[in-house]
């Protein structure tokens, strides 16, 4: 995986515990135990956790397998393997470099003060700042590129060169976005699925992602697609500005 996962020390940490809590902080999924521990988990790219009775078949890419006492396990799948999953004992939240890092919760009761003057005080494209883990950690190209099209703000404008009101619009499209998609169970574009192995419909209602060359629901001109921060970043040239 992203990171070697080191299954003796992982055996040796979780074996008899009790989870408490299962927290999301950016795109990390931690696990909560008594006594006190985090198993750190990130689904990289097609990740998922599923919860599967024992005498089930394991997939492939079955990297880690929780044995829980009530019956079924607790299993980590990732075929494309750019997750991992990581021991964390208390106080190690505070130190880990991929965690004490992140920015703030998109969906935080601050955020949608807090946020907006960030992104005014800073010269990248607006598309770049939304997926700079530092300023706001979580939100992924897919909802960045959809709260744009949303907020009608063009990918590429520097943040420093939006009104305030508009970029509080964006931070309520990025917060309505981030919780549509909960509601609806994830994304479905290849391979995600619901921690239960059911998908996600949210695919069906993106306007802007995966649908440069069709035309904008909103003006029917052609959606273009840049590239920024590497990243495919679809637009409506006519009502993102
Ligand atoms: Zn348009």
Same mark, same amino acid.
């Given at each position: 995986m992203r990171r070697p996962l080191d299954l003796p020390l992982l055996r040796r940490e979780v074996n008899n515990r009790?989870?408490?809590? *299962?927290?999301?902080?950016g795109k990390y999924l931690l696990l909560d135990t008594? +006594?006190?521990? #985090?198993?750190? *988990?990130?689904?990289?790219? #097609?990740?998922?956790?599923?919860?599967?009775?024992?005498?089930? +078949? &394991?997939?492939?890419?079955?990297?880690?397998?929780? &044995?829980?006492? #009530?019956? +079924?396990?607790?299993?980590? *799948?990732? +075929?494309?393997?750019?997750?991992?999953? =990581?021991?964390?004992?208390?106080?190690?939240?505070?130190t880990d470099p991929s965690l004490s890092t992140l920015?703030?919760?998109?969906?935080?009761p601050d955020t949608k003060n807090e946020l907006p003057p960030l992104l005014h005080a800073?010269? #990248?494209?607006?598309?770049?700042?939304?997926?700079?883990?530092?300023?706001?950690?979580g939100v992924g190209n897919i909802y960045a590129v959809e709260s744009l099209w949303r907020a009608g703000?063009?990918?590429?404008? =520097?943040?420093?060169?939006?009104?305030?009101?508009?970029?509080?619009?964006?931070?309520?499209?990025?917060?309505? *976005?981030?919780?549509?998609?909960?509601?609806q169970g994830g994304t479905t574009i290849r391979d995600f699925s619901a921690p239960g192995g059911n998908f996600g419909y949210f695919a069906v209602r993106l306007q802007a992602y995966g649908r440069a060359g069709a035309p904008c629901s909103r003006c029917a001109t052609e959606l273009r697609e840049a590239r920024i921060g590497g990243r495919s970043t679809p637009f409506c040239p006519q009502c993102q500005r």
């Open positions: 009790r989870i408490t809590a *299962v927290r999301r902080r008594e +006594p006190a521990g #985090s198993l750190l *988990v990130h689904l990289g790219m #097609s990740g998922r956790m599923l919860l599967a009775e024992a005498h089930t +078949p &394991r997939l492939p890419h079955t990297h880690l397998v929780l &044995r829980l006492e #009530s019956g +079924p396990e607790l299993r980590l *799948v990732d +075929p494309r393997r750019f997750g991992f999953a =990581q021991w964390l004992n208390p106080g190690d939240e505070a920015g703030m919760e998109p969906l935080a800073r010269k #990248s494209p607006i598309k770049t700042l939304l997926l700079d883990q530092r300023l706001v950690a703000i063009r990918p590429s404008r =520097q943040g420093a060169r939006i009104a305030m009101t508009r970029l509080d619009r964006l931070v309520r499209e990025v917060q309505e *976005v981030l919780c549509e998609a909960i509601e």
